[in-house]
């Protein structure tokens, strides 16, 4: 990543890329899948979070996007209540629609920023950040998300996170990132590899996996574990 966090692009920027993009990430096929082993990672998490809390009451889904989460871990547990926050109104006015067809509880949206929106505190059994921590930027955003995170969960709740991850040392990472280049070519050639590279550069600022397994300790996680990781892209929990 070249481009200095201050010429990220901004969260409206962001924004309207994800407004305009709705129909495509409503389809695992098709909007995850520039996200290497998305499919894997949704059926580990949604699977392990019902073994982990499979009397789960509450759940919180960040940048929840259209719903593709939340619905696969209602399927696992029906009847959960589910709050939804994203920046893109769009997506969270399909998520609703799609959550609407399933066994669901509660439904409540929140159409902002997670990093600002009041959420009530030791509430939540569940949290799920899926491609999205990604676009978080220094370290006093990280920590102050992380440390918001387990505020809202309630003693023994399970955050579970899906995402690109970077790599500490120059030489692992650039193997990765290139076994990650012959991925996205394998879909749609240069031209695909090269479009996604391009929008990560200027949008996505990644932690490596340590960073953020360090961080959720830092914060208070008793238990921390990987899922799974392939490439750039890792499935990982940690337990309050």
Known sequence: MKT????????????????????????????????????????????????????AKNMLDI?????????????????????????????????????????AGELR???????YVALPLSHYDLIVAAAVLHHLRDNADWENCFHKIYGLLKAGGAFFISD?????HSAIHKAMWDRYGEHLKSLGGPSYR?????????????RSLTYQLELMKKVGFTTVDVLHKNSCFAAFVGIK
């Open 164 to 168: 690109m991850v970077h790599h500490q």
């Open 194 to 206: 090269d479009k996604v590279f391009e929008y990560i550069e200027i949008e996505d600022s990644p």
């Open 63 to 103: 940048g929840s996007g259209a719903g593709t989460n939340t619905i696969s871990i209602l399927r696992q547990i029906p009847g959960i209540n589910c709050d939804l926050v994203d920046i893109s109104l769009p997506m969270l006015e399909k998520a609703k629609k799609r959550i609407s067809l399933e066994q």
């Open 109 to 115: 949206i929140f159409h902002t920023d997670f990093r």
């Open 4 to 55: 200095p966090l201050n010429k990220k692009s901004t969260v409206n920027k962001i924004k309207e890329r994800f407004d305009n993009d709705v129909e495509r990430f409503s389809n695992l096929e098709t909007g995850q899948q520039a996200v290497v082993d998305a499919p894997i990672m949704l059926e580990l998490i949604s699977e392990l979070a019902a073994s982990v809390k499979p009397d």
